[in-house]
């Protein structure tokens, strides 16, 4: 399925989102630094931002059709806060090891799945066409 215009451009950073996932997944004792970089690199140019847009723009969106305590809704926030967490630990520690850095990219890679194949289409079927419009334009407001 398509996914909507309001939604298509979080969806492309969820992209992005997976490939880091994935590199910190894949990383070993000879890659670790460097996995670390990149998603320290990741996280400081847009990561923490789409999180701050999701919380600031999407999800009051999507609180007007659902309750704000929908499990889903629920689920996006604490694992906003939990993956934040675990980004300010790699930034501390320099040497951040192997098993942190695969357990970050497990978590990352399995909140960007459930937004994808949860919130998304959650947001998509409650909300009208009219709104998903309204939605695109704050969104972009957003990110500029």
Do not use: C, Y
Request: glycine content about 4%; aromatic content about 4%; proline content about 3%.
């Amino acid at each position: 399925m398509k996914r909507s215009d309001a939604l298509a451009e979080l969806s492309r950073d969820h992209h992005q989102g997976l490939v880091v996932a994935q590199r910190l997944n894949r990383a070993t004792g000879d890659s670790a630094a460097a996995a670390r970089e990149v998603f320290l690199r990741f996280w400081d140019d847009e990561g923490h931002q789409h999180f701050r847009i999701e919380e600031d723009v999407l999800l009051p969106a999507i609180a007007h059709r659902v309750a704000p305590t929908h499990e889903a809704v629920v689920r996006v926030l604490t694992e906003h806060v939990d993956i934040r967490r675990r980004a300010a630990d790699v930034a501390a520690d320099p040497h951040a090891g192997v098993a942190q850095l695969n357990e970050l990219g497990a978590r990352l890679r399995d909140h960007i799945r459930h937004e994808e194949q949860a919130l998304f289409p959650l947001i998509e079927q409650a909300l009208t066409d009219d709104e998903l419009a309204e939605l695109l334009e704050a969104l972009e407001r957003a990110e500029e």
